[in-house]
């Protein structure tokens, strides 16, 4: 496995990008961890394909260097970077057997014979094809051939990387599940360097141990899953993640006290604004209801079996908060509270620190 280096990295499709509009990917710099697996999070059309093209050498970056433990692997084709890849589509030798198929990248290494016999009993065992072994890949549906390229991809323990982009789409929600369990269990074992794409919050805040959210050919933010939960470095991490995504409000802030549609509160903490448009953000498991806060109004409420997510108006600004299954909800006029630890301050969309420090954030949702 190897460390990857991402040195001034930037790339633009066009011959001649004059303004940053022109980049499909921004300027970034960043080590990936080697033995860490990571996913690349974002909205179509953000730039992961693009990024990890240019780590699979399946294109060369306009601007920057791409490093493989400190060696230089720019200009070097994908053939030669010593990596494994599994696309969204199935790519497997119809001719032949399960066997064949997940035995094919160690043949061609020449490992021995019995090895490559361990090995793929062992992966055959994960993607749950043992009893299968010997059927020719073309009569299988494309759900399991899929799963013979995650198998294949996988079989070898001497790549750099192996690269994921968006592998699941075309396995059954059952599976699905499945194999996110079997491919973070995988990383757990064998330690290998994944990269992970995925639009997908669920498969990428359960598989990495370090999401990478992209939006707009920019890396926004590369978080653990709980860091992007509490302390989102941008608003578009705050919306993007989250089921609902966080409340963001329009807000004055003046030294320790915020003001939300005229009701002003105590930060408790200041922070070194420049003057920009400021924001609260709030995530609607740290909203309660009850008789003190700010007054809003229940305008729904949506009963989703563990918990409930009530819908209100806050002077005109809307919002959502998580209760419990069991929590009552007043009908019309209510109070909020936010719990401590819960709120973020955002100027021109970038998260702004507490001068303070941040406070560990109190607890999840009520009775959850
Ligand atoms: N070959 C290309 N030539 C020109 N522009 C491209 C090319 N490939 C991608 N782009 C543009 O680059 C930007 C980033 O695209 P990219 O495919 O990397 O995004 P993505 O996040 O992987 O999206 P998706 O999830 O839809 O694949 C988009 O604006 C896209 O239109």
Redesign the pocket.
């Known amino acids: 496995m190897a460390k990857i280096t991402l040195d001034s990295l930037a790339h633009s499709?066009l011959n001649d990008p004059q303004s940053p509009e022109d980049f499909?990917l921004q300027e970034l710099n960043h080590d990936w961890v080697d033995g860490e697996a990571y996913a690349l999070l974002?909205?179509?059309?953000?730039?992961?394909?693009?990024?990890l093209n240019i780590i699979s050498g399946l294109l060369i970056p306009s601007h920057g260097r791409v490093l493989f433990d400190g060696k230089d692997v720019t200009h070097l084709p994908t053939a030669d970077r010593n990596i494994a890849q599994v696309f969204q589509f199935p790519v497997v030798y119809d001719t032949m057997t399960v066997r064949e198929n997940l035995a094919f990248p160690l043949r061609n290494r020449k490992l021995p014979q019995s090895e490559i016999a361990d090995r793929v009993i062992r992966v055959a065992r994960m993607i749950d094809m043992e009893g299968v072994l010997d059927r020719r890949a073309s009569g299988l549906t494309a759900d399991a051939k899929q799963k013979i390229s995650l198998g294949r991809g996988m079989v070898r323990d001497d790549v750099n990387a192996l690269l994921f982009d968006e592998p699941l789409t075309v396995i059954d929600p059952h599976m699905k599940w499945e194999l996110r369990t079997q491919l973070k269990k995988l990383h757990h074992d064998f330690g290998h360097t994944m990269i992970y794409?995925t639009?997908d919050q669920t498969e990428a805040l359960t598989f990495a141990d370090k999401v990478v959210v992209?939006y707009d050919?920019r890396v926004v933010q590369i978080g653990t899953p709980d860091e992007l939960f509490e302390r989102p470095a941008h608003t578009f991490v705050g919306y993007f993640i989250g089921s609902p995504g966080m409340n963001l409000f329009d807000a004055q802030i003046d030294g320790t006290k915020a003001r939300i549609a005229g009701t002003q509160f105590d930060l408790g903490t200041g922070y070194a604004l420049k003057g920009g448009k400021t924001k609260i953000g709030v995530r609607p498991e740290f909203i309660r209801l009850g008789h003190h806060g700010l007054p809003a109004r229940v305008t729904r409420v949506e009963d989703v079996g563990r918990h409930k997510i009530v819908r209100l108006d806050l002077g005109g600004q809307e919002m959502s908060a998580i209760v419990g299954e069991g929590a009552a909800v007043p009908d019309g006029g209510t109070h909020v509270q936010f719990v401590e630890g819960g709120v973020n301050v955002y100027e021109d969309d970038w998260r702004v620190s507490p001068e303070r420090g941040d406070a560990p954030v109190a607890a999840k949702t009520e009775a959850a």
């Open positions: 499709y499909a974002g909205p179509s059309g953000c730039g992961k394909s693009t990024l794409v639009h992209m050919g």
